[in-house]
Nanobody
Framework: QVRLVESGGGLVQAGGSLRLSCAAS????????FAWHRQAPGKQRELVAT???????TYADSLKDRFTISGDRAKNTVYLQMNSLQPDDTAVYYC??????????WGQGTQVTVSS
């Protein structure tokens, strides 16, 4: 059974940092693609960053200077380090494993709220 569990969200002041975690079970880092997405109120879900099978990393252009995706194979966990957070970063952040052999999986999401 594939499961993705996000954690690390919360309330932070503008300029602050948060690190989100996505603990995966049933699938392994290194042989699956993982991604972080976010959805702000009233907006479509958008891709934030991806971590490919061979460690290839991509970012949304507008976020690459402040956000960093990484993975820990020993913990089977994907992280999203977010720095210099702004109110526009307020959203529910979702972990996603889109191309597993069993299909496309999503976590339940974790709320990030940035106050001005």
């Amino acid at each position: 059974q594939v499961r993705l569990v996000e954690s690390g969200g919360g309330l932070v002041q503008a300029g602050g940092s948060l690190r989100l975690s996505c603990a995966a079970s049933g699938i392994s880092l290194g042989i699956n693609v993982f991604a972080w997405h976010r959805q702000a109120p009233g907006k479509q879900r958008e891709l934030v960053a991806t971590l490919g099978r061979g460690g290839t990393i991509t970012y949304a252009d507008s976020l690459k200077d402040r956000f960093t995706i990484s993975g820990d194979r020993a913990k089977n966990t994907v992280y999203l380090q977010m720095n210099s957070l702004q109110p526009d970063d307020t959203a529910v952040y979702y972990c996603n494993a889109p191309n597993t052999k069993w299909g496309n999986f999503w976590g339940q999401g974790t709320q990030v709220t940035v106050s001005s």
